[in-house]
């Protein structure tokens, strides 16, 4: 088993109500789901390497195609999801900010596509970035990434926020 390491950025506001910003994956595979088909600014990086906050800068901005907003990082801790050879352990902060999604340029990686045609196409990281009510987030975030809801939400209360 291999365990890969990914570090991401939740960026939150409150307008006034709580909300989390998430990113619906790109490309061909994603493009007709939504729930559990967005996700945390985030990305892979090697523990070698490179530090896990400096990935999840350089991941935002990857993806999102802009700097993490200024703001205080609020650790939100390691998950580790998925199965058998193929495990993931994801670092995440949450910073308090607003961005606009339409200021969002995202990056784009490429794949073969059709399958087994043997062409490739370049599709964006994400196909749109939208801020959404924790409730909401939840039922369109990965499973494995639904606890960092909650561990914000649970931050905010013992802050008395």
């Known amino acids: 088993m291999s ?30 789901k939504d729930a559990s088909a967005w996700s945390i600014p985030k990305g892979e990086y090697e523990p070698a ?8 800068a350089r991941e935002f901005g990857e993806e999102l195609g802009l700097p993490v907003p200024e703001g205080e990082w609020i650790p939100l801790g390691d ?24 200021d ?3 990056g784009t990686f490429e794949m073969e596509w059709p399958p087994r045609s043997g062409r490739k196409a370049e599709f964006p990281e ?21 606890p960092y809801l909650d561990r914000l939400r649970a931050h905010l209360a013992d802050a008395g926020e």
């Open 49 to 56: 390497e490179e530090e896990p906050r400096a990935a999840a």
């Open 104 to 106: 969002v340029v995202p």
């Open 3 to 32: 365990l890969r390491y990914s570090a991401g950025v939740l960026l939150f506001r409150r307008s006034p109500d709580l909300e989390v910003l998430i990113g619906h994956m790109g490309g061909p595979l994603w493009a007709k």
């Open 79 to 102: 998950v580790e999801y998925g199965s058998g050879r193929s495990r993931k352990q994801v670092t995440v902060w949450a910073v308090e900010a607003d961005l606009d999604p339409a």
């Open 126 to 146: 994400i196909d749109r970035a939208a801020w959404f009510t924790p409730d909401i987030a939840d039922e369109k975030l990965g499973k494995g990434q639904r």
